[in-house]
């Protein structure tokens, strides 16, 4: 694969249930910067056989061939921008796929406690399975970034997000060598043309908001089925949190 051209891409690897597409609101709400929405879907919807939500549309609309996707990912940034952001489901990257174009990118983490994923992805996945969630393969992926990086690439946790966004991305962007841009709180309410056609599924609440969320401590009451899907992703979260960028 060739090098990557000019600009920042930031790849951004987060699981499902998380503030992800709040996150990719607030970067595309920069005038410097381009954004994508899981373009590994369609590959993963038909390497699993996962029966999700406007499956066959993702399928028939986005580029399945997942060298292809990886190829346009490192190649030139939409709109001739000089950031190009990219919003990840970790639980797209199938064993069997090359991670050789993650050394073109520069890849960031977002983690939430699994008690809260958990709870969330089963309202509308009620026998979902641990590898469903994507921590196992966050922990794969981080531990790649650092055994290539020889250090940490940058964790932000989505409680920490919603305390605190204004610091919490300042930091994150000044580990990527950018300023941070106030225009990454607040962000016009309504749908996006880059969002992806499995929008009117899942992007409700965002579609609603101008901005993060207040944070908010919420219990979260689980079945015996739902703690064991926590005990099976919990230790990959541990790996990962002691490594959050600090909101201050």
Same mark, same amino acid.
């Given at each position: 694969?060739?090098?990557?051209?000019?600009?920042?891409?930031?790849?951004?690897?987060?699981?499902?249930?998380?503030?992800?597409?709040?996150?990719?609101?607030?970067?595309?709400?920069?005038?410097?910067?381009?954004?994508?929405?899981?373009?590994?879907?369609?590959?993963? *919807?038909?390497?699993?056989?996962v029966q999700?939500?406007?499956?066959?549309?993702?399928?028939?609309?986005?580029?399945?061939?997942?060298?292809?996707?990886?190829?346009?990912?490192?190649?030139?940034?939409?709109?001739?921008?000089?950031?190009?952001?990219?919003?990840?489901?970790?639980?797209?990257?199938?064993?069997?796929?090359?991670?050789? @174009?993650?050394?073109?990118?520069?890849?960031?983490?977002?983690?939430?406690?699994?008690?809260?994923?958990?709870?969330?992805?089963?309202?509308?996945?009620?026998?979902?399975?641990?590898?469903?969630?994507?921590?196992?393969?966050?922990?794969?992926?981080?531990?790649?970034?650092?055994?290539?990086?020889?250090?940490?690439?940058?964790?932000?946790?989505?409680?920490?997000?919603?305390k605190n966004?204004?610091?919490? *991305?300042?930091?994150?962007?000044?580990?990527?060598?950018?300023?941070?841009?106030?225009?990454?709180?607040?962000?016009?309410?309504?749908?996006?043309?880059?969002?992806?056609? @499995?929008?009117?599924?899942?992007?409700?609440?965002v579609e609603?908001?101008?901005?993060?969320?207040? @944070?908010?401590?919420?219990?979260?009451?689980?079945?015996?089925?739902?703690?064991?899907?926590?005990?099976?992703?919990?230790?990959?979260?541990?790996? *990962?949190?002691?490594?959050?960028?600090?909101?201050?």
């Open positions: 694969m060739s090098p990557a051209r000019a600009g920042l891409r930031v790849a951004m690897w987060s699981g499902p249930r998380n503030i992800s597409t709040a996150m990719m609101r607030a970067w595309e709400n920069r005038e410097d910067t381009a954004v994508i929405d899981e373009p590994f879907y369609a590959h993963y *919807l038909l390497a699993t056989g999700h939500p406007g499956r066959d549309e993702v399928i028939a609309t986005q580029d399945n061939d997942a060298a292809d996707v990886a190829a346009m990912l490192t190649g030139p940034i939409p709109g001739d921008r000089s950031i190009w952001y990219q919003k990840h489901m970790t639980q797209h990257m199938l064993p069997e796929m090359p991670l050789d @174009w993650l050394d073109q990118v520069s890849n960031c983490f977002l983690i939430r406690e699994p008690a809260a994923v958990v709870a969330s992805f089963t309202i509308q996945r009620p026998d979902a399975a641990a590898w469903e969630l994507g921590f196992a393969q966050q922990a794969r992926l981080f531990d790649h970034v650092c055994d290539r990086l020889g250090a940490a690439p940058p964790v932000i946790d989505a409680s920490d997000v919603l966004p204004a610091a919490v *991305l300042g930091n994150l962007c000044t580990r990527l060598g950018i300023a941070f841009s106030p225009r990454m709180l607040r962000w016009p309410r309504g749908p996006r043309a880059s969002d992806g056609v @499995w929008a009117p599924h899942w992007y409700a609440a609603r908001s101008t901005g993060f969320a207040p @944070w908010r401590e919420h219990v979260v009451k689980l079945s015996a089925f739902q703690r064991g899907l926590v005990e099976q992703c919990q230790a990959h979260y541990d790996k *990962l949190s002691p490594h959050r960028l600090a909101a201050s």
